[in-house]
């Protein structure tokens, strides 16, 4: 059973600076554990969840934006068991592990003595780690380094965009998705540059035809608006069933897809 937790469905500057969407990415329960994108609030909110960070093998980093990288330092000082062991893997953008331009690399030379793999990678490269397949997917985005992931569970595939806006045959890399994490940034017909909006979201979904897929990245306009009425137009348009990443959204993967939503 591969199991997907979701640690909130914010993003952006603002909803990382007010939290009225919590910005700790998700994660992937398969052969290995996975905390894709911890963004602020991440290991706090991965051990309110029940999640153990001490557990995790590997950290997808996929731009080098403070809401996507915030909590990667206490992420690997979990995965090292305090820094006492050499332990866990980091896969990230060129920008998150080598540094350029304006970024400078995050992964500081202190904590690199301590992990068992560090890895750059660019779009359309691959790196496998116990079996797990990890595939790095194009963007465009203000970090222009900045990648998606495809993870080939054992349950299938799960697609995840990071953030990006549209560009022309993006849906061909996600094809195959049994769940598509999409970050939807704007409302319908609110498009800003190196984001996806609902309308974009729609145009993918609609060809990728995922079994479910999921909205996160939420931001702040989009949060005033009204994010479910975003979700209903986005699953009434694209006819795949949409869901919101609220934090301890849980998706079950195997046979058939489930999903646990939060009580509210
Ligand atoms: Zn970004």
Redesign the pocket.
């Known amino acids: 059973m591969t199991k997907i937790t979701f640690l909130g469905s914010g993003?952006?500057r603002f909803m990382a600076i007010t939290q009225k969407r919590g910005t700790g990415g998700f994660y992937v329960e398969d052969r290995i554990n996975i905390h894709v994108d911890p963004g602020p609030g991440a290991h706090l909110r991965a051990i309110q969840n029940d999640l153990d960070p001490k557990k995790t093998n590997a950290l997808l980093i996929?731009?080098c934006?403070t809401?996507?990288f915030n909590d990667v330092p206490i992420m690997i000082e979990s995965m090292t068991g305090g820094m006492l062991k050499k332990e866990g893997c980091i896969i990230g953008s060129k920008s998150v592990i080598e540094g350029r331009d304006e970024y400078a690399s995050i992964i500081f030379p202190y904590y690199r003595k301590n992990l068992k793999s560090i890895i750059s990678l660019q779009p359309k490269e691959f790196f496998d780690i116990k079996g797990q397949r990890i595939e790095a997917l194009k963007t465009k985005?203000?970090?222009p380094y900045?990648i998606g992931f495809k993870i080939f569970t054992d349950s299938g595939i799960i697609s995840y965009t990071?953030?990006t806006e549209y560009f022309n045959g993006m849906e061909a890399q996600y094809m195959g998705s049994r769940v598509m994490i999409l970050n939807v940034t704007r409302p319908n017909g609110d498009k800003i540059p190196?984001?996806l909006s609902s309308d974009a979201a729609v145009t993918i979904l609609e060809k990728v035809k995922p079994e479910v897929a999921v909205i996160t990245h939420i931001g702040y306009k989009m949060h005033i608006k009204g994010a479910e009425e975003e979700r209903k137009y986005i699953e009434a348009k694209s006819g795949v069933k949409t869901l919101i990443a609220d934090e301890g959204l849980k998706i079950y993967m195997n046979g058939r897809l489930t999903y646990q939503e939060t009580v509210k």
């Open positions: 993003g952006g996929s731009h934006h809401d996507h985005h203000s970090d900045g990071s953030d190196f984001h």
